[in-house]
T-cell receptor
């Protein structure tokens, strides 16, 4: 079974530029999550999708961040415009369904550096 | 709000030493508890979990028991190996009316020396 795929693996941009990250979850997984992991901290949940609908985006900075999951499979996370404090690793995870007992499978992450 | 507190690292041990990484939590509901591990250069992966009080999760020689009375989920291993060197994250998941809240601790870096 293929794991969660993410691209790019690394991205360096200047502040005020835009950037997009892509995630392909494990086949058949209905729930998809985006996390932000700042260096030295644990992952912070940004947004959760169930199929192609948003379940929870309460921690997503909506003035600059947006995410979509068209057709309930792949997802993209965009930052526009980026700030210095957005430098972090962006993790995508998926699980078969939503629910507190379900294991989340994580991708390798995209490391973003904002200069 | 929901939160997870872990002992600060880094933790450095010699091979075959005993390991305990403390984890305590605060949750608005009845959480499931997890330990995730991140090996150097790899993504996060589930190590073990427990879904109700007094459950013991175990995997690869690691164990953790869900203690509701002390709101704790400490990770233990009797004899660590060099290959256990990694960052360990304690996490909780709480069911909400509209989905689930998933909260990670800050992580504890473990280095095991030969």
């Amino acid at each position: 079974e293929a794991g969660v795929a993410q691209s790019p693996r690394y991205k360096i941009i200047e502040k005020r530029q835009s950037v997009a990250f892509w995630c392909n979850p494990i086949s058949g997984h209905a729930t998809l999550y985006w996390y932000q992991q700042i260096l030295g901290q644990g992952p912070k949940l940004l947004i959760q999708f169930q199929n192609n609908g948003v379940v929870d985006d309460s921690q997503l900075p909506k003035d600059r961040f947006s995410a979509e999951r068209l057709k309930g499979v792949d997802s993209t996370l965009k930052i526009q415009p980026a700030k210095l404090e957005d430098s972090a690793v962006y993790l995508c995870a998926s699980s078969r369904t939503s629910g507190p007992h379900n294991e989340q499978f994580f991708g390798p992450g995209t490391r973003l550096t904002v200069l | 709000g929901d939160s997870v507190t872990q002992m600060e690292g880094p933790v450095t041990l010699s091979e075959e030493a005993c390991l305990t990484i403390n984890c305590t939590y605060t949750a608005t509901g009845y959480p499931s508890l997890f330990w995730y591990v991140q090996y150097p250069g790899e993504g996060l992966q589930l190590l073990l979990k427990a879904t109700k009080a007094d459950d013991k999760g175990s995997n690869k020689g690691f164990e953790a028991t869900y203690r509701k009375e002390t709101t704790s989920f400490h990770l233990e291993k009797g004899s660590v190996q060099v290959s256990d060197s990694a960052v360990y994250f304690c996490a909780l998941s709480v069911l909400l009316s509209y989905g689930q809240n998933f909260v990670f601790g800050p992580g504890t870096r473990l280095s095991v020396l030969p």
